[in-house]
């Protein structure tokens, strides 16, 4: 109960500081007569999202879909990728070295090759997203695999637990709560893979809105597409960690329940 | 309880047992000429300056080490692997997280594929010997230190051990839980007959809860003196009081404290 007024105390503060910054927007736009191709007020943002929405709407599905479909892909190849470098000692020399290399290359430099390689359209945006987002979900997954603790792997031997079971019962569990905070990073570089893979070769999607937009000055729509994928980029974000919540509950940031505290004191015979 | 009769703990024996490490920095002598027998149902505690190598022979006898020289029997068959009627506790409770204390308790059962619908009223009864019945299905994060490694030992004694292997178990408790949980032990022990080899610091609880006391020296560890505790079965907090016990702890301390000031000087096996 306690626990509910406080989380809604902090979004309706939340709520209020957004409001407040875009009052104070406006009114500043207007006090200082700042020209609309330069810094349009929220209301002109605000009507032109109304105005050009089922437009907007198509490019904001495109750019949804192109990033989901490329975060996807690292996740399906990350997460098995980091596991089997840490099972692995071939792999984790060879493979290792490999993926801090190619991540020293900007990916975002590549984005004209892939053009010519693959061509214009969706196949090149995807890949983009899903080389920028795959490395930290590589990282995390071996980091956590790792960071078990060499006397829990010493207890799974002592319970002559198999390889699978060792994996199943110990290791992932383990490595859940470092793979989730790889998801979160990688969420939000996909994000950005997507609109400069955008910007670099797409007829369609935010990315290319906010490139057209500027260059024939409307700059309204400009900024209604980077509120719109600044939004995306939020749920996104909150979906994982909604689904971490759920998967890693005995991680959960918030401390214990006070009446969980009452059960395990109770009985407590010294 | 209705449990298998498998009321005789294993038998140990460790004969002119070594071990030595290898390793990138050099090789390492843990344990030197170690001899020791230990007969089955006793409770056996192994004391020594940090480092000197007692968990590395808990480990080899708990068969996660391999052992470098010398012989190690259970029961008279060379330890290759660890014994499948064998439980282990450790200094952290190393409970899963993500399970219950109930599904903690049945992990090794599961891992063995042994579980069986008696199982559960096993685990609720263990539960109820070191007073936890109420928490079976909390998460371990509910629960305090001295309940977590509580239940750690029920884990380890869900599949009726014959052999219970207990490094500094009760090292990360206050003196007070640590007594009560020593006095649940032993309570455990009366109940199940397992033989136990117990890794401690403390000289106190050592010479509390066991049949033998083995004193070891630094790092390689060999055997100082053994101890035959005359306390009989039936110990408790008030134990501590008595004139046998004090004696015994003094006993114990003295060699370990000529140790310390002439290392190089092993007396030979003081038996009581
Ligand atoms: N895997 C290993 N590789 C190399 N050296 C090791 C290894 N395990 C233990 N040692 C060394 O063996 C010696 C004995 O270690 P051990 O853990 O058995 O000591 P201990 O008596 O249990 O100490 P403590 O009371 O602090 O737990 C130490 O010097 C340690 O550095
Ligand atoms: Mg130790």
């Known amino acids: ?270 | 309880m209705s449990r298998s009769n498998s009321s005789l703990g294993a038998a140990v024996r460790m004969t002119n047992l070594e071990k030595t490490f290898y390793s990138r920095t050099g090789t390492v002598k843990a344990v030197e000429d170690v001899s020791l027998n230990v007969a089955a149902g006793q409770f056996v505690s192994l004391l020594g300056p940090s480092g000197c190598g007692k968990s590395t022979i808990l480990n080899m006898v708990a068969g996660l080490t391999p052992v470098s020289g010398g012989t190690l029997t259970i029961d008279d068959h060379a330890v290759t692997e660890p014994l499948d009627e064998m439980g282990i506790v450790f200094q952290r409770d190393l409970l899963l997280e993500w399970r219950t204390v109930l599904d903690n308790i049945l992990l090794p059962l599961q891992i063995k594929r042994a579980q069986t619908p008696e199982s559960l009223k096993q685990a609720l009864e263990l539960l109820e010997l070191v007073n936890l019945a109420d928490f079976a299905h909390c998460y371990p994060r509910e629960l305090s230190g001295g309940m977590r490694q509580r239940v750690a030992i029920c884990r380890a004694l869900i599949t009726t051990p014959r052999l219970l292997l207990m490094d500094e178990p009760f090292a990360a408790l206050d003196a007070l839980t640590r007594e009560q949980l020593g006095v649940d032990l032993l309570r455990i022990q009366t109940h199940y007959h397992p033989t136990v080899l117990f890794v401690t610091h403390s000289i106190d609880e050592a010479v509390l809860l066991s049949d033998t006391v083995v004193v070891l020296s630094a790092r390689p560890a060999r055997i100082l003196a053994t101890f035959d505790i005359p306390l009989g079965k039936r110990r408790d907090g008030l134990t501590r009081r008595t004139q046998e016990y004090l004696n015994v702890v003094s006993q114990v301390r003295a060699v370990l404290e000529e140790y310390a000031q002439t290392p190089c000087l092993v007396s030979s096996s003081v038996s009581e």
Request: hydrophobic share 60%; net charge neutral; charged share 10%.
């Open chain 1, 1 to 270: 109960m306690k626990q509910l007024v406080r989380r809604l105390s902090t979004t309706l503060l939340v709520t209020i500081t957004i409001i407040a910054v875009l009052v104070l927007w406006e009114v500043l736009v207007r006090l200082l007569d700042i020209p609309m191709y330069l810094v349009p007020p929220p209301s002109a943002v605000f009507k032109e999202t109304l105005r050009l929405g089922p437009e907007l709407l198509r490019h904001t599905w495109v750019t949804f879909y192109e990033i989901v479909i490329g975060f996807l892909i690292s996740v399906v190849l990350g997460v098995p990728i980091g596991i089997l470098i840490v099972y692995s000692p071939w792999l984790e020399q060879v493979s290792y070295v490999l993926l801090v290399i190619s991540q020293a290359v900007p990916k975002v430099a590549l984005a004209p090759l892939f053009l010519v390689w693959l061509g214009f359209g969706m196949q090149t945006i995807v890949l983009l997203t899903f080389l920028i987002s795959f490395f930290p979900i590589v990282v995390n997954t071996v980091v956590g695999m790792r960071s078990i603790a060499p006397e829990m792997l010493l207890l799974a031997k002592a319970m002559k637990a198999t390889q699978l079971q060792t994996f199943a019962i110990f290791r992932l569990p383990v490595a859940l709560p470092s793979i989730f905070g790889g998801l979160k990073v990688a969420s939000t570089l996909a994000v950005v893979g997507a609109i400069v893979a955008e910007f670099v070769g797409s007829q369609e999607g935010l990315g290319y809105l906010i490139l057209s937009a500027n260059a024939n000055f409307q700059t309204p729509l400009a900024f209604a597409a980077i509120a719109i994928l600044s939004l995306m980029g939020l749920a996104i974000f909150y979906f994982i960690a909604f689904l971490e919540n759920r998967v890693v509950f005995w991680q959960r940031s918030n401390e214990l329940e006070p009446e969980a505290w009452q059960r395990a004191s109770v009985g407590v015979d010294l």
